[in-house]
């Protein structure tokens, strides 16, 4: 205790502050820019779509790539229909046009 009877600290409150570790952040600007990017490209099959136009297509998770037997050309007409059909659906749940295929 100090001399007049009140508990005396270690520090003042100055030299508490200056104990602080300086600010990381301070003069860092955060860039709140938002950036300039082109719109993505409509889906667009040809007319007779090949089997690498559907390994190309980024629409499902993962690439189509044809395994077992040749597709035929309404096959590949076919599935290009249901891909763009679901690609244009705004809800990804909406499976119809690909559950339809056959």
């Not at 952040?25 to 040809?46: C, D, Y």
């Not at 297509?57 to 590949?76: A, D, Q, Y």
């Amino acid at each position: 205790m100090g001399g007049d009877g009140s508990a005396s600290s270690t520090a003042s409150p100055a030299a508490k502050k200056s104990a602080l570790p300086p600010d990381p952040t301070k003069g860092i600007k955060v860039n709140r820019t938002v950036p300039k990017v082109a719109p993505a490209k409509a889906l667009n099959f040809s007319k007779e779509p090949k089997d690498s136009d559907f390994v190309s297509v980024h629409v499902l998770s993962e690439p189509l790539v044809p395994v077992g037997e040749k597709t035929s050309p309404g096959e590949k007409q076919a599935l290009a229909a249901a891909i763009t059909a679901f690609s244009k659906s705004a809800n990804p749940e909406a499976t119809a046009p690909l559950t339809g295929f056959s």
